[in-house]
């Protein structure tokens, strides 16, 4: 971190020396937001194995029951590690760093580690008593049975919350204080230990597990790796935040101005960023009315978990490192910093987000195909799969945005605003949701759209009112280069049509192996595709990228 200027310098800053403190911010975000997004890519991949080996062993139905089973523990951890907590604890935190010192901030991250602990415990509790009715709450549709396993694996995983929670908070120091890399791998640790400590007590607990055969025994097994996966994601970050200068004791005073600012960021941040994961809920409400049931369920999960894949490489990765940078920036004000950090950071996730929307648009069921069919998975779940994922492709342009716009509310203290239009988005997908299920009859697919229009009606709302509250987004530059953009991206797809009809006409007979190379051999072109048309057209964001990217690699020692 920078050192802070001696307290006699008091002199204000120059218009120069702004624009290289800006600079300065914009080129560590864009070196932090490399490493970040190679630690999440780890992440997401492993994530990916983890949703094979499930689907794999145990089928669209019960995976669809145990993904209900996690699912309000997910959500909560969602909100905590990329939303509410982190959010707010982070835009505290460092206002605290720069105004009061370390010494201040070590306070006030030991009193939140102590109230978190506390508080989150006792959710835990509250969430293993009331299982079953939220269960029944959340899924009416299913059957009863359904609803009872789900419920007791529930209650297996239920203390990952109060995991996740302290998780959030160091990750919310080290991102602070510029140590990105470590909380962005330790999700990886998560899901390694979700896959080997699951994979590992099955295996040794239930002799059907061996032999192909699903039992409460073995899907309990995979709930406990859950809790083994939380406390390794937790721990690989401890030794970071001793590096960094924080020792951890338990610290009860709770009425401390810090705290009281983290909590009154809080509650409306969790409103704002919950409302993608409140949806999730709800889509899970009504996909039990469809057809597919429990089958849903996991349709809805895998096509979503594709689209957290570029979400969190580059969406949650830009946001990451770029909330920070507009915390400080929006320390004395909205700033032409502020304007620019936030501006910069848009058309960054953009350029990034773009051409993955569109290949997962026109690739998913051959995507899909290629990672989940496998074992009980097979072609049928795929196709309806897919049809999710296309929506969720067009959804994702939006969410990305969204994650680098929504905390720069929290930034200048118009949190209400993103609460506000949050719930909006919930509202308007209950209404759209009950129309295509109840009278259309539709299916879970029709959810998936509801849940991308309202991420679009979100962002633009959002984008609206943050322009006019810090006078100007650089709007006319991002829309030029978002044409540009559009541009290549639509060059990549026509360049893919032709591999497109061949994998439609072949794709059945095709080993697996060949599909593999096929598949990842034509991404390798629409990327390569991509990145020549962006620098034929000068897009700006692919000068910064490719010279990061040679910065980075070429490298002669670490």
Sequence with gaps: MADLPPPDSLTPPTRATEGSAVNRDVATAAKSTSVVSLAVLCSRLLGLVRDQVLTSKFGALYNGIFAQAFGTPNMLRDLFAEGALSTAFVTTFSKKLKNEGEEAAWRLGRKMFTLAACFMSVVSLVGIVVALPLTRLLVPGWAPWKQELAASLAQIMYPFIAIVSLTALAMGILNAKKKFFVPAVASAFFNLGCIVGG?????LLDPGFRRGEISWTSLASFAVGTLIGGLCQFMIQWPALRRVGFRYRPDFGWRDDGVREVLR?????????????????INSIFASFTWGEASAKTWLQLAQRLQQLPLGLFGVAVATVTLPALSRAAAGGITPAFREVLAKGLRLVLFLVVPCAAGLALFAQEILSVIFEHGRYGAADVWQSARVLQAYAFGLLFYAALKVVQPAFFAIDKRFFPMGVSLGMILFNIIVNSFTVFVLKWDHAALAWATAAGLALNFGVSYVAMRRFAGGLDTRVTWNGLVRIGVAAAT???????????????????????????????????????????GVLRVTEAGDFTALLKRRFGRTQG
């Design 199 to 203: 994979f590992s007590l099955a295996w």
């Design 265 to 281: 960021l809080m509650w409306p941040s969790l409103i704002a960023a919950g409302g993608v994961q409140i949806n999730v809920q």
């Design 492 to 534: 990549m797809l026509v360049v893919c049509v032709a591999p497109k009809w061949w994998f439609l006409a072949h794709w059945p007979g095709l080993s697996f192996g060949v599909r593999l190379l096929a598949l990842v051999g034509t991404i390798m072109v629409a990327a390569a595709t991509y990145f020549f048309v962006c």
